[in-house]
């Protein structure tokens, strides 16, 4: 950009110096050959046309015959070019230094500012997820333990009651049994009163019948009870 802004400034600044150095008598050769003589003055117009045609052709061929210059090459518009040179490069690093290095500087500055404070959110929100499952484990391992503990104590209370009912249950069926020993040694007892009665009868009735005869009530009951005893005996 400084090359061609130093170009264009030296092509606008050395070229009319450089058109004008290499004829600088081309417009007087030209009108002089073009103006008749004074002695000629009267001759007429045909004359002086082909006077003027040959002095126009010769001015052109002494203009084509000198080589011309490429205004950057030439030496005579090296100031000019460096002179231009400078105020560009000049203009170029005032330019760069005080627009585009302080844009691109606040660009990098937010971008980095930008890409920190991206990295310092996702830290934050890195530890809270941390915190959280860290949280979550810690209820989910008391959640486990009081389970545990309700499991344990329900079954406990469950044994205790069963052994409770079970012993409960065995105390009733001892009493019952109890009452019913009782039930059955009384009415065996009783049963026992009933059959000495009847044998007393059924052994007075036998003896009358055998001997025709009725023997004594207190014989009977003697007899009865002797044959009683030696059974409970045996």
Sequence with gaps: ?????????AALWGAPLSAAS????APAA??????PPAGTAGQGTHEAA???????????EEGHGKKSHFPPFDATTFASQLLWLVLSFGLLYLLMSRVALPRIGRILE?????IADDLEEAAKHKAESEAAQASYEKALAEARAK????????RNRLAADSEANRKSLEAGLAAKLATAEQS????????????????????HAIVSTLIGTSPAQADVEQAVDGALVKKDAA
């Design 110 to 114: 937010e971008r980095h500012d930008r």
């Design 50 to 60: 082909p006077a003027a045609h040959g002095a126009a052709a010769g001015a052109a």
């Design 30 to 35: 030209v009108v002089a050959q073009a103006a």
């Design 147 to 154: 389970a545990n503990a309700i499991a344990g104590e329900t």
């Design 184 to 203: 059955i040694a009384s009415t065996k007892t009783e049963a026992l009163t009933h059959v000495r009665g009847i044998a007393v009868d059924a052994t």
């Design 1 to 9: 950009m400084t090359v061609a802004l130093a170009m264009t400034g």
């Design 22 to 25: 290499d004829h600088p008598t």
